[in-house]
C-alpha cells in the first residue's frame, strides 16, 4: 500500500479547525490538483470559488443551517457546475451553443466535472495533512448564495469544502459492504442477498454509534436513511436550475 491509498483510506469528515488560514501556496496547490482531474471531452465545465470575506463565511454558515466551521476554518471553497464561460465562447465565436448547453446531458457533465475536480482537491489537501469537510447545506437557499458569490446565469453553486488545519480528530465510519458496492457483470438482485447485506452493515453501524457514543445512540444505517427520506427537502432545485437555464429539455 502506498502513501496515496493510505491517504484516501485514512479519509473522515472533520469540523474542527485552527484559527490559521491557508497559505497562498496551499491554495494554489489545491487548485491545480483539482484542475488535474478528469473532464468530460476537456469542457472543464466548473468554476471555484475560494471565500475569504469573513462576513461572507457568516452568512454562507447561517445558510447551512448554523455549522460553524463553514465559517471557522482555513479556507472555505465552493465547487460550481459552469457552462457560462462556455455559452460566452458560442457567442464570441458566433456558434449558437444554447440547445447543447440547456440539455440534461451538458448539465450532468458539469455536474460531474466539479465532483472529480472537488474530489482531488480533497485529497490533495488531506495529503498535505489537512482536514476537510464537504458542506452541501448551502443549497438551503442557493438564490441567496448567488447573491453573496455574484454568480452569473448558467453557474450553479454545488457544495462547499471547508478545509483546514485540524484541532480535533474524528472516528472513520465504516463504510457499506465491499460486495453490497461492488457488482460483477451484472447488478445483484436477490432480495434475499441484498437484504442480508445491508442487514450485517446496520448491526455494524450501530455498534460503531454505540461504542462511539457511550451507548447513548445506536442506530441502524437504513433506519437513518428511511427517515431522512421520509422528510422533503430542497423541492426547489428543480426550478432553480431552470431558472438559471440549465437542463430545460
Not at 428543480?238 to 437555464?245: L, Y
Request: one cysteine or more; glycine letters at 4%; a neutral charge.
Amino acid at each position: 500500500m502506498n502513501e496515496v491509498i493510505e491517504t484516501i483510506l485514512n479519509h473522515r469528515s472533520l469540523r474542527h479547525f485552527e484559527d490559521k488560514p491557508l497559505t497562498a501556496e496551499q491554495i494554489k496547490t489545491i487548485v491545480t490538483c483539482a484542475q488535474s482531474a478528469s473532464t468530460s471531452s476537456f469542457i472543464q465545465a466548473y468554476s471555484i470559488i475560494g471565500v475569504k470575506d469573513k462576513e461572507k463565511k457568516k452568512k454562507l454558515a447561517e445558510i447551512a443551517g448554523n455549522q460553524e466551521y463553514v465559517e471557522k476554518n482555513g479556507h472555505f471553497f465552493i465547487f460550481c457546475a459552469d457552462l457560462y464561460r462556455h455559452i460566452t465562447i458560442g457567442e464570441n465565436e458566433h456558434i449558437n451553443v444554447s440547445p447543447s448547453i440547456e440539455s440534461t446531458e451538458k448539465f450532468m457533465v458539469a455536474l460531474i466535472d466539479a465532483s472529480l475536480a472537488a474530489q482531488n482537491a480533497a485529497i490533495a489537501a488531506e495529503s498535505m495533512g489537512l482536514g476537510i469537510c464537504y458542506i452541501g447545506g448551502i443549497r438551503n437557499n442557493l438564490d441567496e448564495v448567488k447573491k453573496i458569490l455574484k454568480t452569473p446565469e448558467r453557474v450553479i453553486p454545488l457544495f462547499g469544502l471547508a478545509i483546514g488545519v485540524p484541532t480535533k480528530l474524528t472516528e472513520k465510519k465504516p463504510r457499506l459492504p465491499y460486495d453490497h458496492i461492488y457488482h460483477e457483470d451484472e447488478y445483484e438482485q436477490d432480495k434475499e442477498v441484498y437484504l442480508s447485506q445491508l442487514q450485517n452493515y446496520d448491526n455494524l453501524i450501530s455498534s460503531y454509534y454505540e461504542e462511539r457514543t457511550g451507548g447513548k445512540r445506536k442506530d441502524r444505517w437504513t433506519e437513518q436513511m428511511a427517515i431522512m427520506l421520509d422528510r422533503k427537502s430542497r423541492m426547489y432545485m428543480k426550478e432553480f436550475i431552470q431558472k438559471n437555464k440549465l437542463d430545460l429539455k
